[in-house]
């Protein structure tokens, strides 16, 4: 009588785990396209592109929601999203959110300078400390939707504050980080996106 009960729990273990592996496939699959500019493991080589890898999963499936309503604007991602479901969605959100984030080297001395910004703000113009959101080591904030920034580019990361800064960009909740970004100048942003690009 045990012998068969554990033969059933070691077939049925063996059903899931074939079950788990062909999901993942399905969801490395569907992610196949985004990986010609996020790259296979959600770490693209471009500086201008985001890295996704290591990315909370609720984050991305609400930006590419917010591209294929068209609420946040950027030509090539409207088109690349049009056609996905919204489980194609959360797939694709679950395959990179799994990949773990590969830290480039960085800019020592603008990263020496942008960690007083991202721990400390600058109390003088109003801006307040990156890490009250996004965390001392730059993990986020799942649950609020508030992005892990920690290893992101800072190319990306200067590009996405200007568009916050002119508005381009709309998707933060209460146009809380539209109106940081408008109070940083051009310099402060380089150097903060410096320190963020080492943070892990």
């Not at 603008?110 to 993990?139: F, I, K, Q």
């Not at 916050?164 to 109070?183: F, L, N, P, V």
């Amino acid at each position: 009588m045990l012998g068969s009960t554990v033969r059933t729990l070691l077939i049925s273990s063996f059903g899931l785990l074939l079950c788990a592996s062909a999901l993942a496939q399905d969801a490395k699959t569907k992610a196949a396209t985004c990986m010609a500019c996020h790259g296979p493991d959600g770490n693209s080589v471009n500086p201008e592109w985001p890295s996704l890898a290591g990315q909370h999963a609720s984050y991305l499936v609400a930006q590419l929601q917010a591209f294929k309503s068209g609420t946040r604007k950027n030509i090539n991602m409207n088109a690349m999203v049009a056609g996905l479901s919204d489980q194609d969605m959360i797939d694709i959100a679950g395959y990179f959110a799994a990949q773990p984030i590969t830290v480039a080297s960085i800019d020592a001395t603008a990263a020496a300078t942008g960690v007083g910004l991202y721990r400390g703000g600058n109390p003088a113009t109003g801006v307040p400390a990156c890490m009250a959101c996004h965390g001392p080591d730059g993990a986020g904030n799942p649950a609020a939707l508030v992005p892990s920034l920690r290893g992101q580019h800072a190319k990306y990361t200067t590009i996405q504050l200007a568009a916050y800064k002119s508005g381009e960009r709309s998707t933060d909740r209460a146009s809380i980080m539209r109106t940081i970004a408008g109070r940083l100048s051009e310099q402060e942003a380089a150097q903060v996106a410096a320190f963020i690009e080492g943070l892990h």
